[in-house]
């Protein structure tokens, strides 16, 4: 059974940084495209950063320049670093495969930028 949990959110002030954490089991990781989600409340989850399997990143115009994504296939790890955080990157965090078809969703982890 597909197993995601994520990990390292917390509560962080404006232009402060985070790294999030996705550990993946119960899949053969290194060969699917993943990606990390997010969703504020009262709005839709989406796509915020996605990585492939050769590790080419790709990025929601609203996080470019401020996220990193990377993946450790050693690990079947996915990792987050958000810098430069603002109040509006407020969410749960959540990983899955790209198109994320995995239909169990991980708990997630929440981020909360504010002063």
């Known amino acids: 059974q597909v197993q995601l949990v994520e990990s390292g959110g917390g509560l962080v002030q404006p232009g402060g940084s985070l790294r999030l954490s996705c550990a993946a089991s119960?899949?053969?990781?290194?060969?699917?495209?993943m990606g990390w989600y997010r969703q504020a409340p009262g709005k839709r989850r989406e796509l915020v950063a996605r990585?492939?399997?050769?590790?080419?990143?790709n990025y929601a115009d609203s996080v470019k320049g401020r996220f990193t994504i990377s993946r450790d296939n050693a690990k079947n790890t996915m990792y987050l670093q958000m810098n430069s955080l603002k109040p509006e990157d407020t969410a749960v965090y959540y990983c899955?495969?790209?198109?994320?078809?995995?239909?169990?969703w991980g708990q997630g982890t929440q981020v909360t930028v504010s002063s």
């Open positions: 899955n495969r790209d198109p994320p078809v995995i239909p169990t």
């Open positions: 119960g899949m053969l990781f290194r060969i699917y495209d």
């Open positions: 990585i492939n399997t050769a590790g080419n990143p």
